[in-house]
């Protein structure tokens, strides 16, 4: 059954019955089927100080302040060594680097868009329509209400406030749930039928019932499992109370899910292994791993891609930040990813390799990988590629 | 009427009897003062002419007529008079008595301190204060539009000033434009809400608010920023794909070259340039620097503009704005917000024949959509997005009543994703239903109307103070019985009639669709 027939069903089943049943548990996806969340960080990350190319002197006299140590093991605060050229944030030591011994974090760098505007909005915009940049034909359409609509079976999800981009211009419903606050219902089930009852024969009928349903399941459900795994905290307080929320939700009832993370906007004092970025990158690590700790065995069946509108500029700035930037690192997750390692093309890096003397080329657009790693993972067809991503050349960088 | 009604709503915690009691003498007494309800024609016209109701704009429309009403409305005669203690609220903050030149000559005071600084705690401190300014400064600039919104006499106004606000949008983050949102509102926006489009977009040309948010201060002969020509052409007049080349931006890009926020000291520069200085134009905060100008000749539109300085941009502005394609976009987004997310093409184009044959003269124009019959036609089928739905919830809750804290209104706004100068992109929020119907949206919708109906809210709750309880709002007042009652949808009217108390009851009414339509 899927969402839309599932909606129906329910409407049905309410206006029969006098009380309307919130049984979000119906329509719960069978065990073993792939699950994918992506992870979009708004503002454009510094991946140069997420994955330090510690073998590049260039990178250090680029970045007088803002560089990460090379890898020494009497100093806590150097990068840790992935291979012989790159080097992970020490941040991540406790969330991310335990994934990556496992083999369960790839990175691809020199990752991003052919768009060259270094436009938050503009690139933003590019990457949730996943249309090709500069011949966007419809502005209101996103690849991930596209992806779903090529699999019915699949339930997805946004955990924003309002629906992203990437999930409009569907044929689909899909729901949107903000988890980083209080989750708590502010209606019982009562109040909750004769509000859905209001808009029943309204073209609203379904967002109004389902977004009523949606509250009630988290607050029953995902209430209660969090108040036990957080000791009564009921609050997402940090992006890892968050992440597992959407973990439970994951789990139980949706297989595609987005989820987008901000502030990563650094044009001034940036810091490298202390200040606001290595605080955003250990929140954003600490989360990720606690998504792959609350899937329990799903986690095999899940990939998590984190994707950024752009990179920032390779050497620091004046005011000790760096700014908009073109290629970028994406980060690839599962339990059986194929990680431990860089993937994808890369160069070296030195003031020759720079794009425009400035940043990061990219070497793998967001849209070939994507197409070959959602491909891969769901088995779709070239022509159900097209329509996700038209005009891509879906490559398969063998990531899961 | 409202006084007996509140006495026994006082006395006794309405249950479905008490609701049912006033339900039977609610029409009746009004009927004593007033000749009958407004019909449903007069009543659907007028919820889209404002912000919906409150009974001052219903006792307006009732003494005046449609025609009256919409006279006085379009001439600007009602004024932006406000309840005193709203108006005192505003006139607290900062940001409105503190001339902005001044807001912005400390700002640059404060960011020298802070540069002198050496690095550690202290300069950390110096800088976070000097955030959270300026992001009291924007939320002082948010509430005082919601302010207007709610209490403005003159509610097509008020609209109109939140349409152009969106319109020509600002991102309140970016740069000095937390500094300077306020003024954009009050001195760029309102005064030019109802008057002629080209001086409204003048208006928006020239002040800092847009010129720093679309980078035309840095837009200079020789580091040219197109930014603010494109945006210009494609957002603000013209509409993208309406003919316009590449080419045509690059021009404009060229003729608003020197075109910028004005330096807040003075330019010793000029005066041993005294040709270069007879050029120079200052209004406010707005300077055009012949220096920074590209002088070449242009060719915009078909039509060549000589290299002259800032009549450059006063020529362009009056190009674009007249051309055929302007009239069309403009029509078709104002049908788009008042009449139909997919407006009928015979409005539009009845629309833009009135925009050219006035010159862009925007009460008329509007004349002839509420004038419409395509918006009789369209009465109960526009979706409210979330600053109407806010707006209009608080006008039908407290009706005239002044709230003494605008900023549950704020976070409101925000947890709908809507605030104002919050668009991060130029485009303005959506205008259709589909931009705020997700599932999501409308649990969170009925959340707010809760809080609004339930008074679980700080809006009577000085700021700092701990919050009132058990201070909810009277819905069942003779404006419900007048206006909202008659025309009640059964599924509406069933939902009501099953509410166990007066604050449920007012959750179900703000979250009907009887309400959330319009």
Known sequence: ?400 | MRVVLKSIFGSLLPSLATVALVFAIGPGAAMARAPSPLSQDDVAWLRRDGFDLDSATVARYRDLGRSRFLDRQLDDRDGDAMPPQITSLIDSYEVVNTPTEQLLANLRDEQEKIKAMPDGDDKTAAKKAQQEHANLLLQQAQQIELLHAIYGPNQLKEQMVWFWLNHFSVYGAKGRVRWVAADYAQNAIRPHALGKFRDLVMATLQSPAMMEFLDNAQNAKGHVNENYARELMELHTLGVNSGYTQQDVQQLALILTGSGVAPLRERPMLDRHPRVAAQFVRNGLFEFNPMRHDYSDKVLLGQKIKGSGFHEVEQAVDLITRQPACAQFISRKLAAYFVADDPPPALVAKMARTFQRTDGDIADVLRTMLESKELSASYGKKFKDPMQFVVSSVRVAYDGKPIVNARPLINWLNQLGEPVFGRLTPDGWPLDASGWSSSGQMAKRFEIAGAIGTGNNRLLTPEGLPRNGGDFPMLTTRLYYDTFDPYLSTATRDALAKATSQQEWNTFLLSSPDFNYR
């Open chain 1, 1 to 400: 059954m899927n969402r839309r027939d599932f909606l129906r069903a329910a409407t049905a089943a309410a206006m029969a019955a006098p009380a309307f049943s919130f049984s979000g548990r119906l329509f719960a996806a069978p065990a073993s089927a792939p699950r994918f969340l992506l992870v979009f960080l708004r503002g454009g990350y510094d991946c140069n100080n997420l994955l330090v190319p510690y073998a590049s002197d260039f990178y250090y006299e680029s970045r007088p302040t803002l560089a990460i140590a090379r890898p020494d093991a009497g100093n806590v605060n150097s990068a840790i060594a992935l291979d012989s050229q790159w080097g992970l944030n020490p941040v991540l030591r406790d969330s991310i680097y335990p994934l990556w011994q496992k083999g369960q974090v790839a990175f691809v760098p020199f990752a991003g868009t052919d768009d060259l505007s270094r436009s938050h909005f503009e690139t933003q915009d590019n990457i949730e329509s996943g249309e090709p940049s500069g011949q966007r034909s419809d502005f209101r359409s996103g690849f991930m209400a596209r992806l779903s609509g090529q699999m019915s079976s699949v339930p997805s999800i946004a955990f924003t406030d309002a629906l992203p981009l990437t999930f409009q211009g569907g044929t689909r419903d899909i729901p949107n749930i903000s988890l980083r606050g209080n989750t708590k219902s502010v209606f019982d089930t009562r109040q909750a039928d004769i509000l859905a009852g209001m808009y029943r024969n309204t073209s609203l009928a379904s967002a109004a019932s389902d977004g009523l349903e949606l509250r009630q399941t988290v607050s029953k459900e995902l209430q209660a499992e969090m108040m036990k795994a957080n000791r009564g905290a009921p609050n997402a307080k940090n992006f890892a109370a968050e992440t597992q929320r959407i973990a439970t939700m994951m789990r139980d009832q949706y297989r595609l899910g987005f989820v987008d993370v901000g502030g990563w906007d650094t044009h001034v004092n940036q810091g490298n292994v202390t200040g606001g970025l290595a605080n955003n990158l250990a929140n954003l690590g600490k989360g990720l791993a606690a998504y792959a700790d609350a899937l329990g065995d799903e986690w095999n069946n899940t990939v998590v891609v984190v994707v950024s509108e752009f990179g920032r500029t390779f050497r620091e700035n004046g005011n000790k930040g760096t700014d908009h930037g073109h290629g970028t690192v994406y980060w690839v997750l599962g339990g059986k990813v194929n990680g431990g390692r860089i993937a994808g093309e890369q160069v070296a890096i030195n003031a020759q390799s720079l794009l425009q003397n400035r940043d990061y080329p990219v070497l793998t657009n967001y849209r070939d990988m994507l197409g070959g790693l959602l491909g891969r993972t769901w088995g779709l067809s070239g022509s159900q590629l097209q329509a996700v991503f038209p005009g891509a050349r879906p490559r398969d960088l063998q990531l899961a």
